[in-house]
């Protein structure tokens, strides 16, 4: 099985950073700490680079293809919503693909899986999902209500949405599952990201602080924290990469690898955390400091689509039907 990216998918990944870097700078970031509104220029510019209709008939992109990109946007830490709206929304709403890939349509995911909802307050669209069906909702229909996390710059609302709302998009409980395991899988791309900015920061901070007229990156216990981490992050970008390739082709075990891919991209960004703390050491717990921002964007997205603790549940249930048929 080859695992490689194309030129065609490297070339795409850096058209993205770059429209990340002079759209959505840290400064940018920042604004949205102090209260400021998303600057629409973002989604536009993913419209126009083909982003937003990646995985529409018309793009002719698959989830391998959006894997790099994912990465990119949290590496950045944008706040759009790539995942409800291009991994998990272009499959469910192969009709108003022309919209989606326009960029006229946000659409955000509500599911009874998740308490809150990130960037409700912008969506077109709202699909929510419970149970074993999923159902359009105008978001007019819905009533948001606030609510602060710990990344203030993704913002989230309680969202409530009236029995028997809506239209029903999915009643079919597969269509459902694989919708949730792209979430999983996009989310585990994105959170992958962050941890790449984690430890790219955390490297340049190791070989410019100097303890004892040495950089802290030449003492052993700091090399091996970030060795640690980055084994950790190539395993967690591997699951990823393996999960979006199982989606894009329909494989038997795509649902387990994205819960393997999730699960994985939790624990990785649990230890980068730590350890990205641990060697910034005093100036990684002040707002000051850029490192809150991924540090706390990777809080927040540990718990998006699942758990790790929800995910591993997940693969036993798996295991336990594959000892039961045997």
């Not at 074993?132 to 229909?141: N, V």
């Not at 984690?198 to 700091?222: D, T």
């Amino acid at each position: 099985m080859n695992l490689d990216f194309s030129a065609e998918q490297l070339a795409l990944r850096d058209t993205v950073r770059d429209v990340f870097e002079r759209t959505f700078p840290a400064a940018a970031l920042r604004a949205l700490w102090g209260g400021g509104e998303p600057d629409p220029k973002v989604w536009r510019a993913l419209a126009d680079v083909g982003v937003c209709g990646l995985l529409t008939a018309a793009g002719g992109g698959s989830e391998v293809d959006l894997a790099l990109v994912l990465e990119e946007a949290g590496r950045a830490a944008v706040v759009e919503p790539l995942v409800d709206t291009v991994a998990v929304a272009s499959s469910l709403l192969p009709d108003r693909a022309a919209q989606i890939a326009a960029g006229d349509l946000r659409v955000v995911i509500v599911s009874a899986r998740m308490p809150f909802v990130a960037n409700a307050d912008g969506a077109e669209l709202l699909v929510h999902i419970a149970g074993d069906a999923a159902r359009t909702i105008d978001p007019g229909d819905a009533s948001l209500r606030p609510v602060v996390g710990v990344d203030r710059a993704r913002r989230l609302f309680a969202v409530e949405i009236p029995e028997g709302a809506g239209e029903l998009l999915v009643d079919d409980a597969d269509a459902v599952d694989l919708a949730r395991a792209r979430g999983a899988a996009a989310t585990a791309n994105v959170l992958n990201g962050v941890g790449m900015r984690l430890l790219e920061m955390s490297v340049e901070h190791a070989k410019a602080r100097e303890q004892f007229g040495r950089p802290i990156g030449s003492f052993q216990a700091v090399k091996h924290q970030l060795a640690d981490a980055h084994v950790a992050l190539d395993g967690a970008r591997g699951a990823a990469w393996y999960a979006a390739l199982a989606l894009a082709e329909r494989a038997e075990d795509a649902v387990r690898a994205a819960s393997v891919a999730k699960a994985a991209a939790n624990d990785a960004a649990a230890l980068l955390n730590r350890v990205a703390l641990q060697v910034h050491a005093g100036i990684g717990f002040t707002w000051e400091h850029d490192l809150h921002l991924w540090l706390k964007r990777g809080l927040a997205l540990q718990a998006a689509w699942g758990t790790t603790a929800e995910h591993r549940a997940v693969l036993a249930g798996h295991l336990f039907e594959e000892d039961v048929d045997a």
